[in-house]
T-cell receptor
Framework: SQELEQSPQSLIVQEGKNLTINCTSS?????LYWYKQKYGEGLIFLMM?????EEKSHEKITAKLDEKKQQSSLHITASQPSHAGIYLC?????????????FGTGTRLTIIP | NAGVTQTPKFQVLKTGQSMTLQCAQD?????MSWYRQDPGMGLRLIHY???????DQGEVPNGYNVSRSTTEDFPLRLLSAAPSQTSVYFC???????????FGQGTRLTVV
């Protein structure tokens, strides 16, 4: 089965600073998803990456999928209190075969004013 | 457009009791899944379905049953609740592979 490792597990950042969260897969990624979860709430979709080298941005959040399609990074520029929460990466396991969408262990982000 | 609706939001069960967590979606999505979220564990896949009448096991299926008689509904059954099943449960749906998954607001279950 595909395993997704996220690092760091938790992150405390001063407001205004930049930060990066990584997601590493044991297998080739054919669809990589980033979600955000506010404490005690459901998951909010941020973006999806499929092609090696692909980069997408939404407001101050940028996600990249490396050329070998086994690692993705999520970068937040000039962090704000609204960025606090749990960030989860998810992946479709293979080009064909089963359709399990699995997730990493999550990164808990705290923003200090 | 309600999206994915989970009921109940909170539930306390005694060990050995049974119950069903309900999940309904109104987006005509073929794929539906159940996850549990424990502290420090991210989301773990329990069961999933790729269409009415088709279900399969995920990473942690033991102690849970599912069925999918309609496209809209995907209930999760706990036959004999155990304290280890204390968790937050999320239901998700999506149109197909390589598409965004939509999540419900979660059910917080405590087994005492």
């Amino acid at each position: 089965s595909q395993e997704l490792e996220q690092s760091p597990q938790s992150l405390i950042v001063q407001e205004g600073k930049n930060l990066t969260i990584n997601c590493t897969s044991s297998k080739t990624l054919y669809g990589l998803y980033w979600y955000k979860q506010k404490y005690g709430e459901g998951l909010i979709f941020l973006m999806m990456l499929q092609k090696g080298g692909e980069e997408k941005s939404h407001e101050k959040i940028t996600a990249k999928l490396d050329e070998k399609k086994q690692q993705s990074s999520l970068h937040i520029t000039a962090s704000q209190p609204s960025h606090a929460g749990i960030y989860l990466c998810g992946a479709d396991p293979s080009f064909s075969g089963n359709e399990k969408l699995t997730f990493g262990t999550g990164t808990r982000l705290t923003i200090i004013p | 457009n309600a999206g994915v609706t989970q009921t109940p939001k909170f539930q306390v069960l005694k060990t050995g009791q049974s119950m069903t967590l309900q999940c309904a979606q109104d987006m005509n999505h073929e794929y539906m899944s159940w996850y549990r979220q424990d502290p420090g564990m991210g989301l773990r896949l329990i069961h999933y379905s790729v269409g009415a009448g088709i279900t399969d096991q995920g990473e942690v299926p033991n102690g849970y049953n599912v069925s999918r008689s309609t496209t809209e509904d995907f209930p999760l059954r706990l036959l004999s609740a155990a304290p280890s099943q204390t968790s937050v449960y999320f239901c998700a749906s999506r149109p197909g592979r390589w598409t965004e998954a939509f999540f419900g607001q979660g059910t917080r279950l405590t087994v005492v």
